[in-house]
């Protein structure tokens, strides 16, 4: 990461496109996945929720491609030769925090940007609320990404 570069994010649920912005131009664009229930910021709805956001806190530091969280801690390595139906939160975690009034409660919520085993759903919204990304996208834009930075997730 270049020392003062500043970026933001957008996430374009009717496309299925995370975008990242140095100022007002694109410098990268991954291929995610949505909540498969549409988008809101009702508890327990398992929806997207739209608007303003920051990155809150950054989970995943140095660990392997692969890694498997549960609750935000370590619990092994995920094999991709195998396929599971569990819906596995993998490599790195960016936990948002809404900042407008009607999604304030997306931290409490669990939101994340993260990484899947479920790579091959990417590109429809297949998600339980989360924004799902391919591993190797999600320790790129990890990376790239600081605590504060602005994320715009809209329609």
């Not at 140095?62 to 390595?77: A, D, H, N, Q, S």
């Not at 009034?101 to 339980?128: V, W």
Request: proline share 2%; with cysteine.
């Amino acid at each position: 990461m270049q020392t003062g570069v500043a970026y933001r994010a957008e996430v374009s649920v009717k496309d299925q496109r995370l975008r990242v912005f140095e100022g007002n131009v694109e410098h990268r664009e991954y291929i995610i996945s949505t909540s498969k229930y549409g988008i809101g910021s009702e508890i327990d709805s398992n929806k997207t929720p739209v608007g303003h956001f920051e990155i809150k806190e950054k989970i995943g530091d140095g660990e392997k491609y692969g890694t498997i969280f549960k609750g935000r801690c370590v619990t092994g390595l995920f094999d991709f030769s195998e396929s599971s139906d569990e819906d596995l939160i993998l490599s790195r975690i960016l936990w948002l925090n809404g900042t407008d009034p009607d999604n304030a409660n997306t931290f409490d919520r669990y939101i994340y940007i993260h990484g899947t085993n479920h790579e091959d759903s990417l590109g429809q919204p297949e998600s339980c609320g989360c924004i799902r990304m391919f591993n190797e996208d999600i320790i790129e834009f990890y990376d790239l990404m600081q605590i504060g930075t602005s994320i715009f997730i809209y329609e």
